[in-house]
């Protein structure tokens, strides 16, 4: 029997991170993740490197490479024909940067002297109130079965995706977000359920690619979470790139049957409509994943929707058990899971572990990327707080018409009173990258004029930001 000051459960981005920032504090640690490769060797990331952030980025900057290259490389004098896409090197490709990326996390958890268990872990007893190491679960590896002891343990276990209550997932003619990520020929029809992050970004993969992609989605409004300006600019470039977005519907049936799914559906008019597809992303949320683990042993309180009840400093209503990632509540965001890992370590360790929720980027990484941080326009009406915006298109900015995308703009929003900056959101190329300036000027409660006064390298992106920023006072200098 072994004993430690935590073991994290998972080796995803909460678990493993946690383990890490736990092992430098001078802890104990043990970290457990069952995940495996096709070739039964450990898969540590969890989704976010096997069958999400990582996997999905690799084909979507593959897929903008053949886009770019159909599209647009003429424009720059560059002449290329007869050009074809071979899938299987794209795969192949995709399959070994997850593979780096799975031996990157097993290297540092070694190199962080974090002991790791290739197996599943569950509780085979209540916790011992009163014990130095009241927390015993039972570890399952191929070697065998053993009991391992701690002071604190940390759940991040994820998520699973939500599946149709009548359609399971097959990841043949019904996708997850595992599925989308391993077809082995270009559909000629996709038809993507969901118009969220997953949808959005692999439509745009396999659309770019040359499969027919017809998006549904439930909800009237397009992208609700970001900032309505910047959604409605959004929404116009992406059914210009051929996307076929349809909102407001009412899913009628999905069957599979003759080599394809055939869908039915109300569209917002109330008119039935159907189609054929080949494949069919079902990508309407995910859940927590709790299964397996005995939690009901632990005596660990969980919320009607399954995810994990934790108090502000991420610890539930069990002593000495912490929760992180997908399986609380919040965005199920990596970097989040991250924050939070970090956050838990720190204060098992006694110091002052917080997450500051309100400058946790978004980003959705289609073309243009979508990035924001703090509050939308929305938002900051409902508030009643007064406020001023600047904005600023790239259509204006040098260095994006060099590079030849022009598409989206800059805005900020900021207190009309105080000036400080409630919330930025960009639409727009390297949007993802562009966010971060936006995330540490809110983290030290910036204000747009001090954005404004910062230089600015030129030509750069970036300087669309402090264009922005120069606006809300209405001096944009290039507009």
């Keep these: 029997m072994s004993n430690y000051d935590v073991i994290a459960v998972g080796g995803g981005p909460g678990g493993y991170v946690a383990a890490i920032r736990a092992a430098q504090l001078g802890l104990k640690v043990a970290c457990i993740d069952a995940s495996r490769r096709p070739d039964g060797k450990p898969a540590l990331g969890g989704t976010c490197t096997n069958v999400g952030c990582i996997p999905s980025k690799a084909l979507l900057q593959s897929s903008e490479f053949f886009s770019l290259l159909q599209n647009d490389f003429a424009t720059h004098g560059i002449q290329v024909k007869d050009a074809k896409i071979d899938l299987a090197q794209m795969m192949q490709r995709k399959n070994q940067i997850i593979q780096q990326n799975n031996l990157g996390v097993a290297y540092l958890l070694k190199k ?91 439509g745009s993969v396999w659309q770019r690619l040359g499969a027919k992609v017809i998006i549904l989605e439930a909800l009237q409004d397009f992208l609700p979470a970001a900032d309505r300006s910047i959604s409605q600019e959004a929404y116009k470039f992406f059914k210009a790139q051929g996307l076929t977005l349809e ?28 189609i054929q597809a080949d494949q069919f992303l079902v990508s309407i949320g995910r859940i927590a994943q709790t299964q397996g683990l ?35 509540g919040g965005p199920m965001l990596a970097h989040k899971a991250e924050e939070e890992g970090v956050a838990v370590a720190e204060s098992i360790a006694g110091q002052s572990g917080h997450v500051n929720y309100q400058t946790i980027p978004w980003v959705i990484y289609t073309d243009p990327e979508l990035a924001w941080v703090g509050q939308t326009e929305q938002q900051v009406q409902a508030l009643g707080r007064a406020y001023k915006v600047g904005s600023f298109p790239f259509m ?70 402090r264009e922005a920023a120069l606006a809300v006072t209405g001096r944009a200098l290039h507009i």
């Excluded at 660990?300 to 009840?309: A, H, Q, S, W, Y």
């Design 112 to 202: 962080n002297k974090v002991d790791f268990y290739h197996g599943t872990a569950e509780w085979v007893e209540p916790p011992s109130r009163g014990d130095s190491y009241p927390h015993r679960i039972k570890v399952v590896t191929t070697q065998g079965e053993s009991i391992l002891q701690s002071k604190n343990l940390v759940i991040a276990t994820g998520s699973l995706p939500r599946p149709l209550p009548d359609l399971a997932f097959d990841e043949h003619r019904v996708l997850s977000n595992e599925g989308i990520l391993s077809l082995t020929e270009v559909p000629k029809v996709l038809c993507v359920l969901g118009a969220g992050v997953i949808g959005l970004e692999m």
């Design 396 to 465: 204006a900015n040098g260095r994006a018409r060099a590079l030849g995308n022009t598409h989206g703009l800059v805005k900020i929003i900021a207190d009309a009173n105080t000036d400080e900056i409630l919330g930025v959101h960009i639409l727009g190329p390297q949007a993802s990258e562009l966010i971060a300036e936006a995330a540490m000027a809110m983290e030290f409660r910036a204000t747009s004029e001090d954005l404004a006064r910062i230089c600015h390298a030129h030509p750069s992106l970036a300087e669309t930001t």
């Design 294 to 328: 005995n939690l009901a042993i632990s005596g660990v309180e969980t919320l009607p929707d399954g995810k994990i009840k934790v108090d502000s400093r991420l610890q539930t209503n069990v002593p000495g058990i912490w929760a992180v990632g997908d399986v609380i």
């Design 247 to 274: 909102l407001g519907i009412r899913l009628q049936s999905a069957v599979v049957a003759d080599q394809a799914v055939h869908i039915q559906y109300h569209n917002a008019r109330g008119e039935l409509q159907s």
